[in-house]
């Protein structure tokens, strides 16, 4: 599922003359010289069934334009959107990816609405509403920065690129480790859709509607997708006295997408995009005694579809937003302007002590509501467009986030407020960039690219109630930072090629400020990366095998570091001098026999925190540690440690294989499987706190009938029903959260 899937609904050629066909493998496709943009694609028929899957010239859009895969210096890995939806039949959130490309690792501890990403072993496991993540999440080329923004369910997708090391001069502020673009599909020429429904263990449920009508021939369509996802209560809650709820771990996430496209002629297009999500259910459900001391892995005996808790627990999210993406070709110019809007409203509350049994020092029930959180993108770019040797692009780009945060802690005795603490935090951010590359040699490429950023950060914090009393705050953070990418790209022939990229990211400052466990702000400088890496990319056979791999190396100088927990629950922020890695990346997709097809990666990411002196607040529950304790701080010395959530090894297999009945009927089995290594929980090591490796593995079976335009399938989700404990909170009970059980189902989808 890396990179091997053609990219439906971007053009070729000029970026309003809009075409999916492709050109035969073993040829070399002309360059794309334009940037991607909303234009109505013309739908190739699908083959007869009977026929051998086989793998076209891939094309990606990593640097902001499509073009071929093998053309590209930059290391990137897609996921094909049938795939996606494989893995989101159960009504799974966009974790659900963790793994299934190299060095991609996806986690959370807030439920559905926060996910935290890593690539190549660079992430933020912060939990707080205001973190800045390390790596970009776009959405339709529109950026998502705030963690519960970026949760926006996937459905009705196009493909899914993966873009590994930094990309700061055309993504700009906040991808040092790389940037997550998803391109949902587009208003199509034609009248057709599909609606889907699928129901599996737990009640677990995924309803999907998809409608394209064009309004005007050749002029104006659009789209409209709807999905439902949802899930019942499958854990209970056994605690005697008050509680809130009887059961825990179900949800119901809506989500709808209209987008519309206008051609205006040949050479200018406006799209539109209108997008809403509303979220009611449980936050992550905390568990104690998952973990027990001298013990690694849940302890045994631990039973899973139970829990005591006193505490409430409740999650309640609403985002809604909108673009419109303008374009406009000349004769060798061509214009492009983004501008878009978000925003979303946040209410959660869980028992994060986790309940008993086992002794808990002091309980611990915590709200968040955000009752705003807002952001405003404009991004305007002109772009050549190529028919020659050379190629550029530049522009400028604006962004401003507002967030309005209230953290509480309660008694769940007497249901009462004991701390109340407010964070508002408003950035601006304006960066101009350039981005050029030119044809050295019929075979050899250089491309180069330069971006400068400031960026304006203003935080408050106060707090109300609790504590020593009430306090205030309020402090702001300026920065600037000049971005720069270099790459070679060598052709062996039209369908291989070997490729050097030399790049720089940049984080700008971070706060935390949550006074309701603390009497004190902490602030984080700005982190800034540099990368360098060699690749291998080829098509090969005709398009049986596609192959990719890479090795890189990394360096980030004063890299924001989290330290939660410990004796409380809250955040230190931190920089460490250096934290280094270095890895390497494989990927093939392989058609061996006809009907078959078989796609496997693999990543290796070593990371390491080189910052002498350096201290994190260690175990506060008698973990066995495994660094030195500062005898006068009492905290954990984490020099030379890895980073946490950063496993070494990841790994993906996926197999599918056609059994054709007749020319408009067949069976489809398939299996997917995906594996990490362990990984730590926290900066410091710790025997209890490092999590296991998992396993997780699918399969399906379906029918497809081409000619009534029916699907019908079963799956199973986490096969082997593999449960781990996949987080960890250290200062209250050995407490932790897990992933998903066994989910088995079925699907049926019509298609019109």
């Not at 599996?200 to 709807?226: C, D, E, M, W």
């Not at 400068?452 to 950060?457: E, G, N, R």
């Not at 280094?580 to 496997?600: C, H, K, M």
Request: aromatic fraction near 10%.
């Amino acid at each position: 599922m890396t990179a091997s899937v053609s990219v439906l609904g971007m053009e070729r050629g000029p970026a309003l003359a809009a075409s999916t066909q492709h050109k035969a493998p073993h040829k070399a496709a002309p360059r794309a010289p334009a940037p991607v943009s909303g234009a109505m694609p013309r739908v190739r028929a699908a083959p007869p069934v009977a026929v051998a899957p086989r793998e076209e010239a891939l094309n990606v859009t990593a640097r902001r334009r499509t073009e071929r895969l093998t053309d590209v210096p930059v290391a990137v890995y897609t996921i094909k959107s049938s795939e996606i939806a494989t893995l989101t039949a159960a009504g799974d959130d966009i974790r659900a990816l963790a793994a299934r490309t190299p060095s991609l690792n996806i986690e959370s501890s807030f439920g559905r609405t926060f996910p935290r990403t890593y690539i190549r072993g660079l992430g933020n496991p912060n939990f707080d509403t205001n973190s800045a993540q390390p790596v970009a999440l776009y959405y339709d080329d529109v950026v998502l920065d705030n963690p519960v923004l970026r949760s926006f369910p996937l459905f009705d997708l196009a493909n899914t690129e993966v873009l590994a090391g930094p990309q700061g001069t055309l993504f700009g502020r906040n991808t040092p480790a790389g940037v997550i673009s998803i391109h949902s599909r587009g208003p199509e020429d034609r009248n057709t859709g599909y609606i889907s429904q699928s129901y599996g263990t737990y009640s677990s449920a995924v309803t999907q509607g998809v409608g394209n009508v064009v309004l005007v021939p050749h002029k104006f369509a659009i789209r409209l997708s709807i999905i439902n996802q949802r899930r019942d209560n499958w854990v209970r809650n056994t605690y005697d006295g008050f509680r809130w709820r009887k059961g825990l771990e179900g949800y119901e996430d809506i989500a709808g997408r209209l987008q519309g496209l206008y051609t205006i002629d040949d050479t200018a297009n406006i799209l539109f995009e209108i997008n809403a999500r509303h979220l009611e259910g449980t936050a992550t459900v905390f568990r104690a005694n998952l973990y027990e001391h001298g013990y690694q892995g849940i302890r045994p005996g631990y039973d899973i579809n139970q829990v005591s808790q006193n505490g409430n627990n409740a999650q309640t999210l609403t985002t809604a937003g909108g673009h419109i993406k303008a374009t406009k070709n000349f004769s060798h110019v061509g214009l492009q302007f983004i501008s878009s809007w978000t925003e979303g409203s946040l209410n959660s509350i869980g028992s994060i002590d986790g309940g008993s049994p086992g002794n808990v020092p002091f309980s611990v029930e915590t709200g968040t509501a955000a009752p705003k959180i807002s952001q405003i993108t404009q991004e305007f770019r002109a772009y050549t467009i190529k028919t020659g040797k050379f190629f550029d692009q530049a522009g400028v780009y604006y962004f401003n986030e507002f967030l309005d945060d209230y953290d509480a802690n309660f008694n769940s005795n007497t249901m009462k407020t004991t701390e109340l603490a407010n964070q508002r935090q408003n950035e601006n951010s304006v960066g101009v960039f350039d981005s050029a590359s030119y044809d050295i040699l019929k075979s050899l490429s250089l491309s180069a690219g330069v971006r400068y950023t400031y960026d304006f950060k203003r935080f408050s914090a106060a707090r109300a109630l609790g504590g020593d009393g009430p306090i205030a705050s309020s402090e702001s953070a300026r920065s600037n930072n000049i971005s720069w990418d270099v790459g070679l790209n060598y052709k062996i022939t039209p369908d291989m090629s070997v490729y050097f990229r030399a790049a720089t990211g940049f984080l700008a400052p971070s706060f935390q400020g949550r006074l309701t466990s603390g009497d004190h702000t902490s602030r984080a400088s700005a982190e800034r990366n540099t990368s360098f890496e060699i690749g291998y990319k080829a098509n090969l056979a005709h398009g049986r095998v596609q192959l990719t791999a890479d090795a890189y190396m990394w360096d980030t100088k004063n890299m924001q570091l989290t330290a939660a927990g410990g004796t409380s629950n809250q955040i230190r922020l931190l920089n460490a001098d250096h934290v280094v890695g270095r890895g390497f990346e494989w990927s093939a997709v392989t058609y061996p026999i006809e009907n078959l097809s078989v796609d496997a990666n693999m990543s290796y990411n070593f990371t390491e925190i080189q910052s002498p002196g350096l201290e994190s607040s260690a175990c506060g529950v008698g973990c066995t540690m495994q660094n030195p304790i500062d005898p006068h701080t009492g905290f954990a010395e984490i020099n030379g440690n890895a980073l946490p959530y950063a496993p070494r090894w990841i790994a993906n297999l996926n197999v599918s294989y056609r059994i054709p009945l007749n020319e408009t009927q067949r069976f489809v089995l398939s299996s997917d499987w995906s594996w990490r290594s362990q990984e730590f929980f926290t900066l410091y090591k710790s025997y209890e706190f490092e999590g296991r490796p998992l396993l997780l593995g699918g399969a399906s079976l379906a029918f497809e009938d081409t000619k009534r335009h029916l699907q019908a399938s079963v799956f199973v989700r986490n096969i082997t029903n593999k449960v781990v404990g996949v987080g960890a909170l250290d200062f209250d009970n050995y407490t932790g959260y897990i992933n998903d059980p066994r989910i088995v189902g079925g699907l049926i989808r019509y298609s019109f």
